[in-house]
């Protein structure tokens, strides 16, 4: 069995910045893809940020130049920074991995979500 959690939501006024973590617990072996996934009251969840497990990163048209998606291998934890929040970043934000257990079976594992709130 594997897990994410997820921390550093909240509220923050247009133009500030937050800093989402996800750290990623279990028998793990070894992981693969990582990403963060966001969805609006009424929308559909959406791909926010990607990051292979080399370090390549990909980001949704909306994010770039704003967002930056990292992870440490070492401690199993993903983070996105994210600045100049706009009222339309305002979302449940989920964390997914990739994961290979010790046993080699393989997991796609999902956070519980944390609330970010752009609003003046």
């Known amino acids: 069995q594997v897990q994410l959690v997820e921390s550093g939501g909240g509220l923050v006024q247009p133009g500030g910045s937050l800093r989402l973590s996800c750290a990623a617990s279990?028998?793990?072996?070894?992981?693969?893809?990582m990403a963060w996934y966001r969805q609006a009251p009424g929308k559909e969840r959406e791909l926010v940020a990607r990051?292979?497990?080399?370090?390549?990163?990909t980001y949704s048209d909306s994010v770039k130049g704003r967002f930056t998606i990292s992870r440490d291998n070492t401690k199993n934890t993903m983070t996105l920074q994210m600045n100049s929040l706009k009222l339309e970043d305002t979302a449940v934000y989920y964390c997914?991995?990739?994961?290979?257990?010790?046993?080699?079976?393989?997991?796609?594992?999902w956070g519980q979500g944390t609330q970010v709130t752009v609003s003046s």
């Open positions: 279990g028998s793990i072996f070894s992981i693969s893809t």
């Open positions: 990051i292979y497990s080399p370090g390549s990163t």
């Open positions: 997914y991995a990739g994961i290979t257990v010790v046993s080699g079976r393989f997991y796609t594992a």
